[in-house]
Nanobody
Framework: QVQLVESGGGLVQAGGSLRLSCAAS????????MGWFRQAPGKEREFVAA????????YYADSVKGRFTISRDNAKNTVYLQMNSLKPEDTAVYHC??????????WGQGTQVTVSS
């Protein structure tokens, strides 16, 4: 089992910044991929960004490229999502997830991000 706990959400004005954290525990990390997803009211969940635990390769949705940065701290088993130049359309519940065997099989409870115009 892997436990994921997100933090760092909140209310911010358009153009502002937030940093989300996702702390993982429960199993020894392997060649995993950790990702961030978001779901806005009435919309399907969408991919935001991902990072490979070994090597650090990163991947982003086109909608956040150049504004969001995903990073990791191996010593703390924590993944971060730095979100800059936030827009109202970034408003959503943000979830982190981990893919331990090719699919995202563990999910956090989510943290709300609200961007006011």
């Amino acid at each position: 089992q892997v436990q994921l706990v997100e933090s760092g959400g909140g209310l911010v004005q358009a153009g502002g910044s937030l940093r989300l954290s996702c702390a993982a525990s429960g199993r020894t990390f392997g060649s995993w991929t950790m990702g961030w997803f978001r779901q806005a009211p009435g919309k399907e969940r969408e991919f935001v960004a991902a990072i490979r635990w070994v090597g650090g390769s990163t991947y982003y949705a086109d909608s956040v490229k150049g504004r969001f940065t995903i990073s990791r701290d191996n010593a703390k088993n924590t993944v971060y999502l730095q979100m800059n130049s936030l827009k109202p359309e970034d408003t959503a519940v943000y979830h982190c997830a981990v893919a331990t065997s090719g699919v995202y099989d563990y999910w956090g409870q989510g943290t709300q991000v609200t961007v006011s115009s």
